[in-house]
């Protein structure tokens, strides 16, 4: 009986110890795009602003730093197909998405090899790609982050939108 439980709460503490590891404080979103029989998804983590101001938030970060792209665990993008932003090719694969501050207030967004990794472990060693983002005032503010994969017209696009920023690029299937 005494090894019974003995082994009930190990049980119990290594389940209490694994959900808290594996615990993310915030919904996860999806969005997916089929592009000629190929498929395009970003998986991401959606924080709320509660009363901040996202400007306030990223005007934080310097020339050359990365936002996450939402909370928790890494911004996940994967394609079954090359896709082409401008003139950037990003190959089929999962890559683990950013946005970095450029100069002027400018953004870019990076592709990262690295993926699966806690939200705030971005390794530069890492980036595969990074394609220029358009900056505009959002229609509608977005409380959470929420990222769109849409058909625009004869492209696709990607868009990123937190309170009254939206950030997007155009592509199409290789």
């Not at 996860?28 to 602003?49: C, N, Y």
């Not at 665990?73 to 946005?99: C, N, R």
């Amino acid at each position: 009986m005494k090894r019974l439980f003995t082994l009930a709460m190990g049980l119990i503490v290594t389940a209490c110890f694994s959900a808290a590891a594996f615990a993310q404080g915030n919904p996860r979103g999806k969005a997916e795009l089929e592009l000629g029989g190929k498929k395009v998804s970003v998986e991401f983590g959606r924080p709320s602003l509660k009363g901040r101001s996202v400007k306030e938030m990223l005007d934080q970060l310097n020339p050359g730093e990365v936002w996450r792209l939402g909370a928790d665990k890494s911004t996940t993008f994967m394609t079954t197909g090359g896709l082409v932003f401008g003139d950037v090719t990003v190959p089929k694969g999962e890559y683990s998405l950013w946005a970095r501050k450029e100069a002027g207030n400018s953004w870019k967004l990076v592709f990262n090899k690295q993926h699966g990794q806690w939200g705030t472990q971005h390794d530069p060693a890492q980036d595969m790609a990074a394609v220029p983002l358009k900056v505009e005032k959002a229609e509608k503010p977005a409380e959470q982050v929420t990222i769109n994969l849409e058909k625009e017209g004869g492209s696709n696009e990607i868009s990123i939108e937190w309170g009254d920023l939206e950030l997007s690029a155009n592509f199409n299937a290789k």
